[in-house]
């Protein structure tokens, strides 16, 4: 029989304390294989310093970190050559072309083969979009190019595993789409991919797997349909008999009603809505309106953390 592929990320009780405050409390990520993972939580929750563990950059006050089946830190230069990072943003020189930047940080690198240098740097470039703009100086790229570029940099030998710290972060809507499809790519090919950010939106669009961060902590954690079924579906209904109505809907499981004029608003049933309607009829209540709005990603974070989070793009 065949046995589930091994995490590529997971932790047991990873914690890191700065002058006594822990600002990562025991957390356990279990980031799939294949899976494009969504490190979700407001800025300061957490996220970066988490990431710059996972990385060997930041040691842990207390836990366990393995990676790609190999532990961290005491294994991390074994690891690090199978993993591509972008973390806190690209640093490149700003009067090189991009093409020199990768070339220069490829020299640095001792795994890498130099002979096969301009080959890999070429396809990096291609991957990410950059190959019209190889021979352009830094300082002139957009921020999304800028992003791109790091990316490529992450890429420019084969990698398992790629993880990006807020991507998306100061781009505008053009870059943001730029740096989600790359990903979506990168996971075509079978790289698993963990992204942090702040950005419900973009993180709700790009990811399988969802881990969410509050104040340090991980108060959720699996696959996004999963997360998405544990919350509330809401009723909404415009009736002339309102106090009937909720009567009804109370008496059919709802657990949580309000109504302002003729709108009438229920959570916490689990009747589908054709059976909802007949009660309601049955019962002598005019229905002049019903909808049904499904449980959102927002309102079960909401429930989690008792805040929202960004879902501007």
Known sequence: MATPEAPAIRTTGLTKTFGGRRVVDGIDLDVPTGSVYGFLGPNGSGKTTTIRMLLGLARPTAGEI????SAVPAQVTRVLPRVGALVEGPAFHP???????????????ATSDPRTAPERIAT???????????????????LGMKQRLGIAAGLLVPRDLLVLDE?????????????????????????????????????????????????????????IDQLRSQGRTLLRLRTGEPAEAITVLRRMGADETSHQGDTVLAGGMDQAPEAVVAALVAAGVGVREFTVRAPSLEDVFIGLTGEGFDVSG
Do not use: W
Request: charged residues 25%.
């Open 95 to 109: 009067q090189l072309s991009g093409r020199a930047n990768l070339a220069r940080l490829d020299a640095a690198d």
């Open 167 to 223: 991507p998306t972060n100061g781009l505008d809507p053009q870059g943001t789409r730029e740096v989600r499809h790359l990903i979506d790519s990168l996971a075509a090919d079978g790289i698993t991919v963990l992204v942090s950010s702040h950005l419900l939106s973009e993180i709700e669009q790009v990811c399988t797997h969802l881990g969410v961060m509050r104040e340090g902590r991980l108060v959720a954690q699996g696959p």
């Open 66 to 69: 393995t990676m790609l089946g």
């Open 124 to 142: 990096a470039l291609e991957r990410v979009g950059l190959q019209h703009a190889r021979d352009k100086r830094f300082r002139v790229y957009s």
